[in-house]
């Protein structure tokens, strides 16, 4: 028997919850708990109660409820839920589940650099408020017409445009977060004067900046050194952006994004935005050999692209087959539009299906710039390519021709979740990272551990940095497919290791990769991580079984049994 299926011993939850005051509503349905007992993961997970808090007034009411009743109710605690489009499990737990989709949905002001929104908005909501001003936040995933903010600042998304941007981290001005002691308070970078002052303070918020700041000052080195060596990463604690010496300047934003909501609740994020270039353009290459990649990738990586992404001959498939799901997501207008701009690419396919199809875009001012960059990238590869006939290229200066492209590389995964008849999606080596100079030796081998285990898999993501989306297909109903994954995961993250990448660029930690903390940091790292999380939550209020709390048993036993 599962644990979340045993009885808590405790009066009922939700008339405790009622009782300290709590405002917004709450629900215990069987048909609500059966919903919020799983995201986009492989797990389940049954809560209590969900509740749907109406200000940050009612979050503290829940922390200081949850923190008063903690000794008594050891397994009462706090997991943030937004979208619920999650892939490692983090926005599910057997305690209260917090929806901010209800009430925190507010965009409270949009300027040409910054913007002010709650965590329950959604980035489809809010991109267009920031293009009015011709400015966006740029860190969004592909996952965009579904995710939200507050989902976005729990894993420290990146996305298409991360090669050009960063993460989600690197656009934070300030947060407001509910803490362990109940204390709704702003978090923002401070220089040491300031550190010195809050430090000073004999309250939960002085001992917290006072105790990462010692952690961070006497660790200094071997935490800069710990650094992940590619160009995103999204497991444990982003310690090592908290503290530099050199600016003086202290940011426990960078604790926050990231943390999975493991370290308080975050009720509104500050963004800074940047201006949106009023022009795309793209350029499409069909490889049908890998071994081209080791000269390629470079060579348009010298251009200094906005995005260079891709997808497998698996993802493309994927589209052709399940092309009238495309009917209802684009609506009638975009999907003629679609199917009649892939016709050239049809008679493309005819000289046999690319084992990958790579985007390349340029961003600019102007038209006419976009397609100068794009002939001047294509032009080089011409000549640099031995066996040109054997790729082709597509070039593309205006964003309404690539849209065909963006449409499968986004709404990959959705297909995957919602087409396959027997099989369901298995988002377990979903999100690694090898830096692109390894790409050439590093894809063959993956695919051998992919055939080895008989997965059928889609491969997309960003080429520009390295980071791969690899979406299993199984039933794990089966007992034999289910003892894969175990072996499986294992050799692909030994893999990914032995080329000093990271087990996740933008999905985090989880249910599915907090186990690994160890094995991708070391054991020095992996005990500071644990005394972040009890720094800020000594008590384990918020998100147990994450981070540096996970372990591999519970995750794996709370797989789900039915799809």
């Known amino acids: ?26 629900d215990d349905s069987p048909v609500t708990i059966e ?60 305690s209260i589940i917090v929806d901010f989709r209800k009430h925190f949905t507010e965009i409270e002001m949009v300027t040409r650099t910054y913007a002010v929104a709650q965590p329950g908005v959604l980035y489809r909501d809010f991109e267009p408020r920031t293009l009015q001003h011709g400015v966006l936040m740029p860190t969004f995933p592909a996952s965009r017409d579904l995710a939200s903010i507050g989902g976005m600042i729990a894993n420290n998304s990146g996305g298409e445009k991360s090669l050009e941007f960063g993460k989600t981290k690197d656009f934070v001005n300030e947060l407001k977060v509910v803490f362990s002691d109940g204390i709704e308070r702003s978090v923002k970078p401070i220089h040491k004067t300031e550190l010195d002052k809050i ?18 000052e006497n660790n200094y080195d071997s935490i800069k050194s710990a650094t992940p060596k590619v160009s995103k990463n999204s497991m444990g604690y982003n310690l090592w952006d908290v503290w530099d010496r050199e600016s003086g300047i202290f940011d426990l934003t960078k604790l926050i994004v990231g943390s999975e909501g493991t370290l308080g609740l975050v009720t509104d ?35 200094h692209p906005a995005t260079f992404e891709s997808f497998d001959d698996q993802t493309l498939w994927l589209s052709i087959r399940f092309m009238p799901s495309f009917l209802r997501l684009l609506g009638v207008k975009r999907f003629v539009h679609l199917i009649i701009s892939l016709i050239p690419d049809g008679l493309q396919l005819l000289r046999g299906i690319p084992k990958l199809i790579l985007m390349v875009e340029f961003n600019g001012d102007n038209e006419e710039e976009v397609r100068n960059r794009i002939k001047a990238l294509h032009s080089e590869l011409k000549k640099q390519k031995a066996r040109y006939e054997i790729n ?16 499968m590389r986004r709404q990959s995964f959705n297909l995957l979740r919602s087409k396959v008849k027997d099989k369901h999606t298995a988002p377990f080596i979903d999100d690694l990272v090898v830096s692109p100079e390894y790409l050439v030796d590093f894809l063959p081998k ?118």
């Open 1 to 26: 028997m599962k644990p979340e299926e045993t009885k808590m011993a405790t009066p009922d939850l939700k008339r405790l919850v009622i009782d300290s005051g709590f405002r917004g509503e709450l």
């Open 35 to 94: 919903a919020y007992s799983h995201d986009a993961s492989l797990f389940e997970i049954k809560p209590k109660l969900v509740v749907f808090p109406r200000d940050s007034n009612d979050i503290e009411t829940l922390v200081k409820f949850i923190a008063a009743n903690k000794k008594t109710i050891p397994s009462l605690s706090l997991t943030a839920r937004s979208a619920g489009t999650d892939m490692v499990g983090g926005a599910i737990n057997d």
């Open 199 to 216: 430090m000073a303070k004999d309250d939960f918020e002085g001992r917290v900046y006072r105790r990462v700041y010692e952690l961070c």
């Open 269 to 303: 994020i500050n963004f800074r935005l940047v201006p949106a270039k009023t022009h795309s353009g793209l350029l499409v290459l069909f490889l049908r050999d890998l071994d081209d990649l080791g000269e390629l990738i470079p060579l348009v990586l010298a251009h």
């Open 392 to 407: 082709g290229f597509e070039e593309d200066a205006t964003e309404g021709k690539s849209e065909k492209f963006w449409v």
């Open 446 to 563: 993956l695919r051998k551990i992919i055939v080895k285990y008989h997965l059928f898999a889609t491969i997309a993501g960003h080429m520009g940095d390295g980071n791969f989306h690899i979406i299993p297909l199984m039933k794990l109903e089966n007992k034999s497919e289910r003892d894969t994954l175990v072996p499986a995961m294992k050799e692909v993250n030994d893999l990914v290791l032995s080329y000093h990448g990271s087990l996740s660029g933008e999905h985090n930690d989880g249910l599915v990769r907090g186990p690994w903390l160890e094995q991708q940091f070391g054991p020095d790292i992996l005990r500071m991580f644990k005394e972040i999380k009890f720094i800020f939550d000594p008590d384990n209020i918020f998100n147990p079984h994450k981070k540096s709390d996970a372990d591999w048993d519970y995750s794996f036993a709370h797989i789900r049994e039915h799809f």
